[in-house]
Nanobody
Framework: QVQLVESGGGLVQAGGSLRLSCAAS????????MGWFRQGPGKEREFVAG????????VYADSVKGRFTISRDNAKNTVYLQMNSLKPDDTDVYFC???????????????WGRGDQVTVSS
């Protein structure tokens, strides 16, 4: 069974940075498009960023463009989300997701991690 495990979340002050990691196992990682999503209490899950299998293509939600960067290391079966200039509105549980796809994608991901809490204080 595919496993995705997020780490790197925590509490940070507004304006600060965090880097999330997602370690994948039991899949051919380089064959999967990867994405990051987030969800807060009472809110729908929201797409944050996606990256193609090779890392050559990325896509971001407008709310994080210029502040967040998604990347991947296929040798380590890991995808990252570098989050800079964090705002209180970025406070959410962040989820890693995988999709067997050729290109970058914003939806229809098949496999999901359990999430990692990011809290940004004002």
């Amino acid at each position: 069974q595919v496993q995705l495990v997020e780490s790197g979340g925590g509490l940070v002050q507004a304006g600060g940075s965090l880097r999330l990691s997602c370690a994948a196992s039991r899949l051919t990682f380089s064959s999967y498009t990867m994405g990051w999503f987030r969800q807060g209490p009472g809110k729908e899950r929201e797409f944050v960023a996606g990256i193609s299998r090779t890392g050559g293509s990325t896509v971001y939600a407008d709310s994080v463009k210029g502040r967040f960067t998604i990347s991947r290391d296929n040798a380590k079966n890991t995808v990252y989300l570098q989050m800079n200039s964090l705002k209180p509105d970025d406070t959410d549980v962040y989820f890693c997701a995988a999709k067997f796809s050729l290109g970058v994608s914003t939806n229809d991901y098949r496999y999901w991690g359990r999430g990692d809490q990011v809290t940004v204080s004002s």
